[in-house]
């Protein structure tokens, strides 16, 4: 079946970086976009990016640029998001998210990863 | 970027009856592109509804959605036992696409 199986829950301090990874399985890899999209603890979700699998380019929201990187591995069919200088505010549960119809600028989601959790704290 | 505003922020009724859920935008979304999802607690999101009104692969016909400018609706006709839940709205038609803060449907 379709689905994105993301790595484990992390903990950090503030200053460090994390990297999450997501792997796709049961469709073709390369023909959908993967979003990020993180969720802090009782709150909304948030949009932060999006990576094509197939040249590997990648868009990120305004307040993530210059800490986020979108990455893929075609080979083991996977995507990862690394966030650097970590503050608190950044603790979250952050998903993968597949684009449903192939529009770069903009999608909805319909296969999601079950969100690891990141939590930064000294 | 487009805020999205949902209403109201807690619905609390009994299982059989019929759920509204209101989301508001900032400006007239020029597309379609009006999402609404469910999640439960622990879980990740599952898609509902996408162009204001397609049901997802799974959806039971008892979801609806319409809407049009700024003004979108999801319909639960007869709320059963496994829909209480939060419920967002997400636009997508306009960079960044952006998300509502949530419904939460809870049982009277």
């Known amino acids: 079946q379709v689905q994105l199986v993301q790595s484990g829950a992390e903990v950090k301090k503030p200053g460090a970086s994390v990297k999450v990874s997501c792997k796709a399985s049961g469709y073709a890899f390369t023909n959908y976009y993967i979003h990020w999209v993180r969720q802090a603890p009782g709150q909304g979700l948030e949009w932060m990016g999006i990576?094509?699998?197939?040249?590997?380019?990648?868009s990120y929201e305004q307040k993530f640029q210059g800490r986020v990187t979108m990455t893929r591995d075609t080979s083991t069919s996977t995507v990862s998001m690394e966030l650097s200088s970590l503050r608190s505010d950044d603790t979250a549960v952050y998903y993968c998210?597949?684009?449903?119809?192939?529009?770069?600028?903009?999608?909805?989601?319909?296969?999601w990863g079950q969100g690891p959790m990141v939590t930064v704290s000294s | 970027e487009i805020v999205l505003t949902q209403s109201p922020g807690t619905l609390s009724l009994s299982p059989g009856e019929r759920a509204t859920l209101s989301c508001r935008a900032s400006?007239?979304?020029?597309?379609?592109?009006l999402a609404w999802y469910q999640q439960k607690p622990g879980q990740a999101p599952r898609l509902l509804i996408y162009?204001?009104?397609t049901r997802a692969t799974g959806i039971p016909d008892r979801f609806s959605g319409s809407g049009s400018g700024p003004d979108f609706t999801l319909t639960i006709s007869r709320l059963e036992p496994e829909d209480f839940a939060v419920y967002y709205c997400?636009?997508?038609?306009?960079?960044?696409?952006?998300f509502g803060q949530g419904t939460k449907v809870e049982i009277k």
């Open positions: 998210a597949r684009g449903l119809s192939g529009t770069y600028s903009g999608d909805a989601f319909d296969v």
């Open positions: 997400q636009q997508y038609g306009s960079s960044p696409q952006t």
């Open positions: 162009g204001t009104s």
């Open positions: 990576i094509d699998p197939s040249g590997g380019g990648s």
């Open positions: 400006r007239s979304l020029s597309s379609s592109y």
